[in-house]
């Protein structure tokens, strides 16, 4: 995961909540914005976090130590 720990904007942690919004989103086909209401994201600076959160972690590792 790549997700930054703090909010860039306001300096709320929000990493610890990527997960379950990860699954709710992706597993459960929950709508974002609900899912981001249910788990207390409620600024627009934070959830702008996760809505533009890409996963590159299986980008980096192809450019890895050979």
Known sequence: MMMPVRCFTCGA???DKWEE???RVSQ???DPGQA???LGIKR???RRMF???VELI???IK???R
């Open 58 to 60: 299986d980008e980096f």
């Open 28 to 30: 459960n086909h929950e």
């Open 21 to 23: 919004y990860d699954k």
């Open 13 to 15: 942690v929000v990493a």
């Open 63 to 65: 450019f890895g130590r």
């Open 51 to 53: 809505i533009s959160n």
């Open 36 to 38: 981001m209401d249910s």
């Open 44 to 46: 627009y600076c934070c």
